[in-house]
């Protein structure tokens, strides 16, 4: 929310918070049809994890599994508060009438009364969003990298950041002290950019890793290089598509511009977004490659003859000398078993 130090500044926004999520139902609607199977999305995420799974015969609930119904939850609950708070504020508003010409209407009243428990809940409700969005990316930064502990450390204090500043934030709107929201200004900045500066690090040491990996690949003539670097553009477009958000955040912000209601609505769908994009994406080219490996595998073998079977009869040397009386000689007949196929 802009920083403002008065009621006077929250002009006209009972109609910037009715746009604002209107565009949160959009953006809900399309994590929801990502997350769970429709006739839109076939391919979602929960039917991709539950294949994957079942092709490698492992087990479905895994860290990432939880992720995404953590933050099918989250995101969820976001804009159920936020519905609840617009119905309260058009419908059943405390002050139903304007009484002097000029005067903020009642939904205005209603929405600059920070203290209600939908607004402080759902700002703690995008704080654990950003937390388990950035959760997930270092965790796949760890994996990558061969669970190396030490590649992790700059993005877990960026993490603490996000989580410390978030909960700051909104224990001020619970407050509901003008004094109090001016001196949230650095703590929101802080938290916008702790989310970007996490973002930023995470995806770029990930795909980083992809396109050594990638460029390995290519040196054995292999085709799963190709796959590797769909992997890598989508997640170097999932960082510019979240970085832009973040960058538009703080410039609305510092412009005391209405467009960061719209943007701060916006951004935690967006997060469960691009976590069904890169997850979708990079299961569907990591089972592709495996076609390709097991298709490559028997298409090489197609050209190889297999060994017959053949039987072995074996002779012992005290046989022979009990039966001949002499020398352990083979006759050609043995001979003839012993060494020729059947």
């Known amino acids: 929310m802009p920083p403002f130090t008065s009621p ?85 508003p405390e ?19 920070l203290s209600d428990v939908n607004f402080v809940a759902g700002s703690a409700m995008y704080t654990l969003s950003a937390v388990l969005g950035d959760s997930f990316m270092i965790y796949r930064l760890w994996i990558i990298w061969g669970k190396n502990k030490l590649i992790i450390i700059p993005p877990i204090f960026f993490l603490g950041g996000i989580a410390i500043t978030g909960t700051v934030v909104a ?7 003008f ?25 770029a040491l990930i795909a980083l890793k992809i396109f050594l990996s990638n460029r390995q690949l290519r040196k054995t003539h292999t085709r799963n290089g190709l796959d590797l670097a769909k992997v890598a553009e989508i ?16 410039a609305t912000y510092l412009a005391a511009s209405d467009v960061n209601d719209v943007m701060v609505t916006v951004n935690t769908p967006i997060i469960g977004i691009i976590f069904c994009m890169i997850v979708t994406q990079s299961h569907k080219a990591s089972t592709k490659s495996s076609i390709i490996s097991d298709l490559s595998y028997h298409r090489s073998g197609e050209n190889v003859l297999p060994m017959q079977p053949f039987g072995v009869r074996i002779v012992t040397q005290s046989q022979i000398e009990d039966r001949d009386c002499g020398p352990a000689k083979l006759t050609p007949s043995e001979a003839k078993v012993l060494y020729s196929p059947t």
Do not use: H
């Open 8 to 92: 006077k500044d929250l002009e006209r926004l009972d109609s910037v918070l009715l746009i604002a999520l209107l565009i949160e139902t959009l953006f809900v609607g399309n994590v929801i049809c990502q997350i769970i199977p429709t006739q839109i999305f076939d391919k979602a995420l929960l039917p991709a994890l539950w294949f994957r799974a079942k092709t490698r015969r492992d087990n479905f609930f895994k860290p990432i599994t939880f992720c995404a119904l953590a933050l099918f939850a989250t995101i969820t609950a976001r804009w159920v508060m936020d519905t609840s708070r617009t119905f309260n504020a058009f419908i059943l």
């Open 235 to 250: 997640l170097v477009e999932s960082a510019a598509l979240y970085s832009c958000c973040m960058i538009i955040s703080v």
């Open 171 to 177: 224990w001020g709107f619970g407050k509901y002290d």
């Open 95 to 113: 002050r139903p009438y304007c009484v002097q010409a000029g005067q903020l209407t009642p939904a205005e009243l209603a929405f600059s009364k």
């Open 179 to 203: 004094a109090v929201l001016a001196s949230n200004g650095p703590w929101i900045i802080c938290s916008y950019l702790s989310t970007f500066l996490c973002n930023i690090y995470s995806t």
